[in-house]
């Protein structure tokens, strides 16, 4: 462990906060905390951490980067912030994210776009920038560009990890139930987790043995005791003290159906990858992809529906959102979401698409069930492209009428572009990869793995996810560290 002096860690500090204000341009952040209030009291070797600006620091601002929050301040920390803080760390300010966490990337803010980090130095031309993924990418971008040191996030259908991917670090999304979620503000709370992105697995892996645990304040967290897979982890050990690889299995898809849509280079450095790990003496074993059918409808229609219920709160309407608040005080891309929600758990639809979806998703924690029978991990890209750029994410829905957005919800589920929607599939390609275990609810680990080359993005890399079963958190960021 480094031995850094209490002047270290302030200097640490007033280093960020410096590089924080010289890049203002990529705003990554929407609230920065010139005095840590903390300061004297921190550890010496304590992290410098940035927070996803829908988890709550206590007396300040959480907005989830919309309008209809912009004056709250939160009279709490989440259980997050306050066990980093209690571990003598500072937390150096709110990074921006899309509204609500609805989105991918990072386009979706009152308080503008975050941009990615190669647009810091004003080199690649602007004038339609390349996004850093969503919804945490103000996190991914602090992280990449070290204007702290680690950050928090939240993945609900990948976005910790997306977002890791886009700017080439490393991200995790826990089990649901690891890790506390007290304090964080929701979005679709069946699926929601705390997760972290660093330029590590070592860190991700410190802040994990910090963070996770039972909390009273959250009782999804309560049953998730002693769920450690122990047979995994002796086998790690072992690999780590100089056993043989080859008695752990990863698990791989090759069916050509997988790969629709993706960038081939990116199927390419996985089979790499593959490859790679198969040459260093893993058991790689060829997984069927069934998982993956009807997911994105699935979680879309779930995510869409919980959404509308848990934001109806903000206009006091429980359950028909007021129509002047909403317009007011909720971005283009938050409304549309209520609304599809609202007629996605209308009762003419109840049955053919909600009910459904819990079916579906009921199907697919079984689906990885089997899967883990037949490996210890699944091994899976985490995007199938480069970072999209900002256009992508910009399309004319102000005004579309009721009947228009449940043409666009047949459409999800009969897999095709509907006639008046022009990007939402495409911006979906992006999640082809890190929804399915989220709506199983499993913990993975997204990591840079390959370099790729791009004209403009350098350095950049492929990622990949270690999906492991439920509770094999630990087994799935031990298997990241003996794989960086
Ligand atoms: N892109 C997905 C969405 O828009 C995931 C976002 C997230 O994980 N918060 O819902």
Redesign the pocket.
Known sequence: MPNFSKYALSDRYANCLSKISKYKNVNAFITVFDNAENLDSASSDGKIIAVKDNLCVKNSYTTCASKILSNYKSPNNATVVEKLLTQGNLIIGKTNM?EF????GNVYSNYKPTLHPIHAEDSVPCSDPYVPG???GGSAVAVAMNLCDVALG???????R?PAAYCGITGFKPSFGRVSRFGLIE??ES??CVGWLTKNVNSCIDLYRNLQGPDQKDPTTLNMINYDDYTILQKIRNIKDGGKRNTISLGYISDESFFVGMNPEFREAYFKVIDQLRDEGFNLVEIRKDFVEDSLAC??TL?TSEASKSLSKYDGSHGNINDTIREQGFGFEVKR?LKIGSILSSSRLLTEYYQRSHQIRHRIRQDFNNIFTKCDFLFIPTVGDFPPRQSKFIYDHENIEEEELEEIVHSWWALKESSNDHSFMK??L??TF??PP?LAGLPVLAMPLLHIKHPELANHSFSGQIIGAIGNDKGVLEMGSIME
């Open positions: 899309d966490g609805m989105g991918s969503g919804s945490s939240s993945d609900t259908g990948g976005s910790v997306m979005y679709a699926l929601d979680y879309y995510a979401r911006a979906w992006n999640d890190t929804i989220s």
